[in-house]
């Protein structure tokens, strides 16, 4: 009974914030997100990366390792997409991204934080932190089929993982009044960005349910089983393990609907949306199973 009330104290609270924003993108179809994109962009992203990297007792051999790992499970994503997409005769290069990045920030960076703690917040981070490092190289090389050095440089979030490695790397005391400031932000950007997500929820259009339901149900079905494999192979236990599971069980990204949206053409933009809808709308019932699985084995 105990890891059932474990289970609701992790997911009430998330589900909860999403809803609140789907109901508010619903009377609202006008309801602007500009200010909390902006803010979750430059601001709140770059300070919850430095935060939860440099303050939760994540080393830099842990950093690193669970940053590798998320790589190889990010491979293992492309491998199962790039067939799925051939054999419905997709765009699989364009309609990729929807597949390969999970929404590990957005949803996985809090699920993991109400399951394992601090711990589990920093761990979830370094495995966040490919996603992001990855949303502006390969899915915009992917949505644009060439590659921008520009956008990489103006992207404020990947110098909050830099600076945080940089202070991981020597050993240096984040001074307190930094620490409470991106303390502030890395919560309220936490609140921001799971309501911004019902929102976006609110607005998405499915164009072909059929097609959307199996890439979706591929998105949330298969990345736990890929993620699973590789901790049974590298026979990795604890909390650590845990997070990599989670974070590999989240449905796919909204920020590849943006950056689809800005550099696709519309008939792959409305697939990469639906995929969204489907996978986050199947993860409702996935991710509760692979929480509870976490919390039961990986402790």
Known sequence: MEIYLKLLDVLF??????????????????????????????????????????????TL????????????????FSLVG?????????????????????????????????????????????????I?????????????????????????????????????????EVPGFIENTTFLLTYTTIFLVLMSLGIALSRFKVVSWTHASILGG????IGPIIGFSLIKYLNLEGFPAGVLLIQSSMPSAVLTYLVGSMYSKKRVVDSVASVIVTSTLMSLITIPIVVFYSLKFFQ
Request: hydrophobic fraction near 55%.
């Open 61 to 76: 051999a842990v950093f690193i390792e669970y940053f590798i790992y998320a790589l190889i499970v990010i491979g293992g």
């Open 82 to 130: 790039l067939a799925f997409l051939f054999f419905l005769k997709k765009d699989v290069i364009s309609e990729l991204p929807p597949l390969i990045l999970p929404n590990t920030g957005n949803m996985g960076v809090p699920i993991c934080l109400f399951a394992y703690g601090t711990a589990g917040l920093g761990v979830a981070s370094a495995i966040a932190s490919v």
């Open 132 to 172: 992001i490092l990855l949303h502006f190289t390969v899915g915009v090389l992917l949505a644009k089929k060439s590659f921008s050095l520009q956008i990489l440089i103006k992207n404020v979030p990947i110098y909050g993982i830099i600076i945080a490695i940089i202070f991981l790397y020597f050993e240096w």
């Open 218 to 221: 591929v998105r949330v079905i």
């Open 13 to 58: 609270p998330v589900f909860f914030i999403i809803g609140v924003g789907y109901y508010l993108g619903l009377k609202d179809p006008k309801f602007d997100t500009r200010f909390i994109t902006n803010f979750a962009g430059n601001i709140g992203t770059p300070a919850m990366i430095f935060y939860t990297i440099t303050t939760t007792g994540v």
